[in-house]
């Protein structure tokens, strides 16, 4: 045990120097995503965007006068605070500077409280979206360019009243991603003069939801909302409501976008429909054909949110002169919003060379980035139906 301690205590000396030496040849980042659990079919196009960024930044070679950027992956398991926890707090060992991720928001929180705030790292979330992390406390650490659930409640109720829905019935996931979206789902389908008829929580993890899937069908709705997880239990309860004949068709928050959903149930799904995250433009375009080419899908939910957390912390790197979290949190609203010129997919060893000489950028990035408040995306959305087997998209919001 002593042997360990004395090993983590270097390795938290190793990590403050590298900090303070903000032109060290090597700057890591961890990338810390579900690669295990609910959302585990998205996590990997993720970490590939934002190791896309890393790679551009050190082919470039104008990051700190030459440091190549290393990528620390790390599993949060999506749903498991122990395992994030941990897996944070061995980036931490390592020496990171900054922390990709995490992904869900439960774990997002549990990261942020006991490592990231702890250690003064800061950490930048692609897709962790709950409400409940625009209050947290976190000192100035925690930036998100995927936007709040708050906003994609509006969004949905947006649409469902857009396609004549009168009513719904909603389940979600019983944690703090889950819990947040419906209330907000809930409270913004009310306002615009929707009835919801249920709210219930259900579980990841189970084998059979018959009678969670009984319980909605009783209370009725022109529709069922599924606030829940793509390979877990919202794929559950979507096989069930059609076994079952309650439902034909389905509203799909972020959570249940995905390729892996329609594969999954088939051609039944076809027909229903929802939003994520997403931006129209040269930003997405540039950077969906740059992801083709590295051999991964970067139209994969959070995909291109990704990329963009990873630039975010090279160009707020530079922009202050120096790896260390202390230094380089105070210029991530800088390098991301107006004035300056605008930085898009590809662009990025431009907007390092422009920052070098005194200049101002704007990264707008893969997905359309502006970040207000306390760090957090403002956010547009792309709207889906899933057509002939695959997720289509047919608009923006």
Same mark, same amino acid.
């Given at each position: 045990?002593?042997?360990?301690?004395?090993? *983590?205590?270097?390795?938290?000396?190793?990590?403050? *120097?590298?900090?303070?030496? @903000?032109?060290?040849?090597?700057?890591?980042?961890?990338?810390?995503?579900?690669?295990?659990?609910?959302?585990?079919?998205?996590?990997?196009?993720?970490?590939?965007?934002?190791?896309?960024?890393?790679?551009?930044?050190?082919?470039?070679?104008?990051?700190?006068? @030459?440091?190549?950027?290393?990528?620390?992956?790390?599993? *949060?398991?999506?749903?498991?605070?122990?395992?994030?926890?941990?897996?944070?707090? =061995?980036?931490?060992?390592?020496?990171?500077?900054?922390?990709?991720?995490?992904?869900?928001?439960?774990?997002? @929180?549990?990261?942020?409280?006991?490592? &990231?705030?702890?250690?003064?790292?800061?950490?930048?979330?692609?897709?962790?979206?709950?409400?409940?992390?625009?209050?947290?406390?976190?000192?100035?650490?925690?930036? =998100?360019?995927?936007?709040?659930?708050?906003?994609?409640?509006?969004?949905?109720?947006?649409?469902?009243?857009? =396609?004549?829905?009168?009513?719904?019935?909603?389940?979600?996931?019983?944690?703090?991603?889950?819990?947040?979206?419906?209330?907000?789902?809930?409270?913004?389908?009310? &306002?615009?003069?929707?009835?919801?008829?249920?709210?219930?929580?259900?579980?990841?993890?189970?084998?059979?939801?018959?009678?969670?899937?009984?319980?909605?069908?009783?209370?009725?709705?022109?529709?069922?909302?599924?606030?829940?997880?793509?390979?877990?239990?919202?794929?559950?309860?979507?096989?069930?409501?059609?076994?079952?004949?309650?439902?034909?068709?389905? @509203?799909?928050?972020?959570?249940?976008?995905?390729?892996?959903?329609?594969?999954?149930?088939?051609?039944?799904?076809?027909?229903?429909?929802?939003?994520?995250?997403?931006?129209?433009?040269?930003?997405?375009?540039?950077?969906?054909?740059?992801?083709?080419?590295?051999?991964?899908?970067?139209?994969?939910?959070?995909?291109?949110?990704?990329?963009?957390?990873?630039?975010?912390?090279?160009?707020?790197?530079?922009?202050?002169?120096?790896?260390?979290?202390?230094?380089?949190?105070?210029?991530?609203?800088?390098?991301?919003?107006?004035?300056?010129?605008?930085?898009?997919?590809?662009?990025?060893? +431009?907007?390092?060379?422009?920052?070098?000489?005194?200049?101002?950028?704007?990264?707008?990035?893969?997905?359309?980035?502006?970040?207000?408040?306390?760090?957090?995306?403002?956010? *547009?959305?792309?709207?889906?139906?899933?057509?002939?087997? +695959?997720?289509?998209?047919?608009?923006?919001?």
């Amino acid at each position: 045990m002593k042997k360990m301690l004395m090993a *983590t205590t270097a390795a938290a000396l190793l990590a403050t *120097t590298a900090y303070a030496d @903000g032109h060290a040849k090597e700057v890591k980042l961890g990338v810390e995503f579900g690669f295990t659990g609910p959302i585990e079919s998205l996590a990997g196009h993720m970490a590939s965007g934002a190791e896309l960024a890393m790679k551009e930044v050190t082919d470039s070679g104008m990051l700190l006068d @030459g440091a190549k950027v290393i990528s620390v992956r790390t599993d *949060t398991g999506c749903i498991d605070n122990g395992l994030a926890v941990s897996g944070a707090e =061995r980036l931490i060992a390592e020496g990171v500077a900054g922390i990709v991720g995490g992904d869900c928001s439960g774990v997002t @929180g549990a990261m942020l409280q006991n490592v &990231a705030i702890p250690n003064g790292m800061v950490m930048i979330s692609p897709s962790a979206t709950s409400p409940g992390l625009t209050t947290m406390e976190d000192n100035g650490l925690f930036f =998100r360019t995927a936007p709040s659930d708050a906003r994609e409640g509006e969004v949905m109720a947006e649409i469902l009243v857009e =396609r004549g829905i009168k009513s719904i019935a909603l389940t979600y996931t019983n944690n703090d991603y889950g819990k947040g979206l419906a209330d907000s789902i809930e409270s913004s389908f009310k &306002a615009a003069g929707g009835e919801v008829t249920i709210v219930a929580a259900h579980e990841d993890g189970k084998a059979d939801y018959s009678a969670e899937v009984g319980a909605l069908a009783s209370a009725g709705g022109d529709l069922l909302v599924v606030a829940g997880y793509l390979d877990q239990g919202g794929a559950g309860i979507i096989k069930s409501a059609l076994d079952a004949g309650a439902w034909e068709t389905f @509203g799909l928050p972020g959570g249940m976008i995905g390729d892996s959903l329609p594969e999954a149930i088939g051609p039944d799904l076809n027909g229903s429909y929802g939003q994520i995250a997403g931006s129209d433009g040269p930003g997405i375009a540039a950077y969906s054909a740059m992801a083709e080419a590295a051999g991964f899908d970067g139209t994969s939910s959070y995909s291109p949110e990704s990329y963009d957390a990873a630039a975010l912390f090279l160009l707020a790197m530079q922009a202050a002169n120096s790896s260390a979290p202390a230094d380089y949190k105070e210029k991530i609203l800088d390098v991301a919003n107006a004035p300056g010129e605008k930085i898009y997919p590809g662009e990025l060893g +431009k907007a390092l060379e422009l920052i070098k000489a005194g200049k101002d950028v704007d990264y707008v990035g893969a997905s359309a980035v502006e970040l207000i408040g306390p760090g957090e995306s403002a956010g *547009t959305y792309r709207v889906v139906e899933v057509q002939d087997g +695959k997720n289509a998209t047919v608009g923006f919001k």
